[in-house]
Nanobody, 114 residues
Framework: QVRLVESGGGLVQAGGSLRLSCAVSGSISSFNTMGWYRQAPGKQRELVARISSGGTTNYADSVKGRFTISRDNAKNAVFLQMNSLKPEDTAVYSC????????WGQGTQVTVSS
């Protein structure tokens, strides 16, 4: 059974950085695309960044230039480097594997204080 497990969340001051990791049990190659999504309290879940198996990336406008998504197929992992964090980045961040069947991780809390 495939599982996605996120880690790396926490509390950081505005302007700081965090690096989120998503470990995939099984083969990450089974997913065409890996993505990071976030959901803030009272808001709908939104796409943060996605990366295809070929390395093509796309980002939400709100994080362009600050966040970087990457994947390491050998380690079956996806990462989200978040720099210049803002209070509005506060949310639960979840990893998603998109393939014949989509899988979600349980999420990790990111809190940015002003």
């Amino acid at each position: 059974q495939v599982r996605l497990v996120e880690s790396g969340g926490g509390l950081v001051q505005a302007g700081g950085s965090l690096r989120l990791s998503c470990a995939v049990s099984g083969s990450i190659s089974s997913f065409n695309t890996m993505g990071w999504y976030r959901q803030a309290p009272g808001k709908q879940r939104e796409l943060v960044a996605r990366i295809s198996s070929g390395g093509t990336t796309n980002y939400a406008d709100s994080v362009k230039g600050r966040f970087t998504i990457s994947r390491d197929n050998a380690k079956n992992a996806v990462f989200l480097q978040m720099n210049s964090l803002k209070p509005e980045d506060t949310a639960v961040y979840s990893c998603k594997g998109e393939g014949n069947i989509d899988y979600w991780g349980q999420g990790t809390q990111v809190t940015v204080s002003s």
